[in-house]
């Protein structure tokens, strides 16, 4: 039996604002969208791997998400690491940096955490 990741998905509040954000902060795309009467779904994809991010909008919805702890998270190497920074940081949008570990985080327009790290080769991801 072999299980093959296909998508992460999280739920946004505002659609129009987190496909600006994801496009600029992580340059994804949209591969497809699936529109219905109360929700619409965006798959959004990197260019070269096969994973997904599948965001949802529940069109009725007006009040932000409560992640809790939101103790999960996604995350991306980079294979400018500076210039990912840089970028990020006049987004403002680095939520967490961890010089010791040579990574940073990046929050969402819905407070969904994400993993920056330089791209190299045999390492552990965290």
């Known amino acids: 039996m072999k299980f093959t990741f296909v998508h992460n998905n999280i739920n946004v509040l505002d659609l129009d604002k987190s496909l600006d954000f994801y496009k600029k902060a992580l340059n994804l795309a949209e591969n497809r969208r699936w529109n219905n009467p109360g929700f619409t779904l965006v798959y959004l994809g990197d260019g070269h791997s096969q ?15 409560d992640l809790g702890d939101n103790e999960i998270h996604l995350a ?26 040579g990574l940073y985080f ?21």
């Open 51 to 65: 994973h997904q991010l599948e965001l949802t909008w529940l069109k009725d919805r007006t009040a932000p998400y």
């Open 76 to 101: 991306f190497e980079v294979d400018d690491y500076a210039a990912a920074h840089a970028l990020h940081r006049q987004m403002g949008c680095i939520c967490y940096e961890n010089e010791g570990m």
């Open 106 to 126: 990046i929050s969402d327009p819905d407070g969904y955490w994400i993993e920056i790290m330089p791209a190299r080769e045999n390492h552990a991801h965290h």
